[in-house]
């Protein structure tokens, strides 16, 4: 989930840095972070297949520069809390980011470009709340596919536990929504990994639409975990079929938890594919249409 930025002062996305939405799940935001990528200057084997030979130190560009950065980031991080799970040490990375990169042209990026923006090493070592995940989550999204890699035992037991199937309810530091209707609800939950705290959450929604948190503020001792949900409500006007962009922010008054959103409503949401076996029967095929939303 990590791709490039950096050209002159290090908050310039590179023109040939990949955009989202993926390919594979557009109800995954990507990417997830950006980090430094062009022109890095780094140790270099002097015996490269493809390249200057004789070299000990090159400037490089691409995800092999800004990847390892990442990756040694994260690495002091762990170092800093060991117990951190991998979903931790991510969320931290995300939620600390900062948004100020633009495009080449001058034009602010968006999450599309550099996801929840660009890495803070110094911030993401004191996060104030992280969403956690773990392979359980992972593995109940992958039930859903047809055929599934994980076993139907456990996917079973993944269901009886309540890890749910639909990629928009993980439990990620983002949220994206390919196909939004009016009503639509996405539930999180937050770790405290800081002191006690009283957090509020502020959004700033993609538009023509309405973004209700509940609950609003959330009091959470140290290791405390809560759950909040995020009501949309598309308002008449609303462009269909585009992809638009917010942010939730939840804050401490001394830590501020960010999280990028991308929706994009449509007229009519039903299911992609019916899997069906046998020689004769019924299915139903349920659709969703879409409503205004008045306040």
């Not at 992809?243 to 501020?256: A, E, I, K, P, Y």
């Amino acid at each position: 989930g990590i791709y490039l930025p950096v050209q002159e002062d290090g908050n310039v996305m590179a023109d040939f840095s990949s955009r989202g939405p993926p390919r594979s799940d557009q109800n995954f935001l990507k990417p997830d972070v950006t980090a430094p990528g062009v022109d890095i200057l780094a140790g270099q084997t002097p015996d490269v297949a493809n390249g200057i030979q004789g070299e000990t130190y090159q400037y490089l560009s691409g995800t092999s520069q800004s990847a390892p950065e990442v990756a040694g980031v994260a690495a002091l991080l762990k170092e800093a809390h060991p117990d951190w799970t991998p979903g931790r040490l991510k969320s931290a990375l995300m939620t600390t980011a900062y948004q100020s990169v633009t495009q080449s042209d001058g034009s602010p990026a968006n999450p599309f470009d550099m996801g929840a923006g660009h890495i803070d090493p110094n911030l993401a070592v004191d996060p104030g709340l992280v969403y956690d995940s773990d392979y359980r989550d992972n593995a109940a999204y992958l039930c859903g596919y047809v055929p599934s890699p994980i076993a139907a035992s456990e996917c079973q037991t993944l269901d009886q536990q309540a890890f749910p199937r639909d990629p928009r309810q993980m439990n990620l530091p983002s949220i994206a929504l390919a196909d939004l209707i009016t009503g639509d609800t996405v539930k999180r939950r937050v770790t405290n990994v800081g002191p006690p705290a009283t957090y509020t959450a502020e959004v700033t929604a993609p538009q023509d639409f309405d973004v209700i948190v509940d609950p609003p503020t959330l009091s959470l001792n140290t290791g405390e975990t809560a759950e909040f949900s995020l009501r949309f409500a598309d308002r008449a006007g609303a462009v269909l079929d585009l992809w638009d962009f917010g942010q939730l922010r939840w804050s401490d008054g001394t830590h501020t938890v960010a999280s990028p959103i991308a929706v994009q409503p449509v007229t009519l949401r039903a299911p992609a594919e019916l899997h069906l076996n046998g020689t004769s029967g019924r299915a139903t095929r349920s659709f969703r249409p879409r409503c205004y939303w008045s306040s």
